[in-house]
């Protein structure tokens, strides 16, 4: 066997070699893209679940605000009312208390 027939026969070897190696790496690639596709549909459905429960929470955090802020109003209220009853009521100890 002659040197350059040596030669094609390796260089034939790295080719093929190549050739399988770049099979190798595009149906990696293949399957990476597979598993992100994957990942993104699961991804969205989280962003979906996550969006639902936002709302809810939302929606039920705005009511219990709204219950306090009518809460804190009665009580304004309210103080409002003890207030002018004391007052009246201080006016007339005052009013005995001096003659």
Known sequence: MSKQDELF???????ADLKDGQSKIQDDI??????L???DTRLEKVEMEFEKAEFKLEHKIEAKIDALFDGYIQNSEKLSRIEKEVTKHDEII???VKP
């Open 9 to 15: 026969d390796l260089m034939t070897k790295m080719y």
């Open 37 to 39: 596709s994957e990942v």
């Open 30 to 35: 293949f399957d990476i893209k597979g598993k």
């Open 94 to 96: 005052l009013r005995k």
